[in-house]
């Protein structure tokens, strides 16, 4: 493997009493798509908030393109566009007003730069025709690859996103895969993916992290722990109850 773009090395996280997570270490490497899988409560979210800098580990390091975050955090998050909870935008305002203002916190982009950009992420996340529509009439999907276009904004190169097809209809679903697909293969970018829909992460995923109760319990290409024609969710609750 070459060098990682992010390197989770021996993470824990302590709230009260508890370790919600310990010792948790993986690697995530450009141009693949890793799905993070755990039941409810396992600590996906706060291991998604430790990454993205909004929390601190109780021990242990994060390192974005071996960065620090805790340390080297402007320069480790400059790396990283993310979803955490769903996007939240002022829905009076039109797409393209929502990437501009977005776009004032990325000081890299200048202001000559900056229309032709949000041009280009709207036509790459398939919004160029509805970039002057206000946002309260997107549906779901369009304000989630809205989401992705804003995650973009910064040129990342490592996507984290929490539940991203929570609520989607099939074909929200299969819009935002297919993006995401693209997004790997022609600019070979790192997603991370958290959800519980995992016919979704299995057709899209190379790689899986699956934790539980906070520990690292299987991780490696998505074809190792799916044998053929085998559905993902099945080998999951194999998994679990092991
Ligand atoms: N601020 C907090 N105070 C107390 N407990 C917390 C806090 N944040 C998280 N937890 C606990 O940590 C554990 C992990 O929570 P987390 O939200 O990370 O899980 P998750 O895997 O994202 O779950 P879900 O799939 O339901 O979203 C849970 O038991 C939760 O109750």
């Known amino acids: 493997m070459g060098s990682p773009i992010l390197e989770v090395d021996r993470i824990t996280k302590s709230i009260g ?12 490497e450009k141009g693949k798509i890793y799905g993070f899988i755990g039941p409810n409560g396992a600590g996906k979210t706060t291991m998604m908030r430790m990454m993205t800098g909004l929390i601190r580990p109780t021990s242990g390091h994060i390192r974005i393109d071996s960065f620090d975050v805790q ?7 400059s790396k990283v566009g993310a979803i955490i909870e769903s996007p939240v935008f002022f829905e009076y ?39 002057d529509d206000r946002v309260k009439a997107y549906s ?52 991370f993916i ?19 109760e906070g520990s690292v319990l299987w991780k490696g290409p998505t ?4 044998a053929n024609g085998q559905r993902l969710e099945d080998a999951f609750m194999e998994l679990m109850y092991s």
């Not at 977005?102 to 949000?118: M, V």
């Not at 992460?201 to 899986?208: N, V």
């Open 140 to 191: 779901l999907g369009m304000k989630q690859r809205l989401g992705i276009a804003q995650s973009l904004l910064g040129s990342p190169e490592l996507l984290l996103l929490d539940e991203p097809s929570n609520g989607l209809d099939p074909m929200g679903m299969r819009e935002l895969r297919d993006l995401i697909v693209r997004l790997r293969d022609s600019a070979n970018y790192a997603f």
């Open 93 to 131: 305002m039109t797409g393209r007003q929502v990437l501009r203002n977005l776009s004032r916190l990325h000081p890299d982009i200048t202001s000559a730069e900056r229309e032709p950009h949000i041009e280009r992420l709207l036509h790459t996340v398939g919004l160029s025709g509805r970039g």
């Open 194 to 212: 958290s959800s519980h829909l995992l016919d979704e992460l299995q057709q899209m995923c190379d790689e899986l992290i699956i934790i539980r």
């Open 223 to 226: 074809e190792q722990l799916v």
């Open 71 to 77: 340390t080297r955090r402007v320069q480790a998050l």
């Open 17 to 28: 009493q508890r370790n919600v997570i310990a010792e948790c270490s993986f690697a995530l």
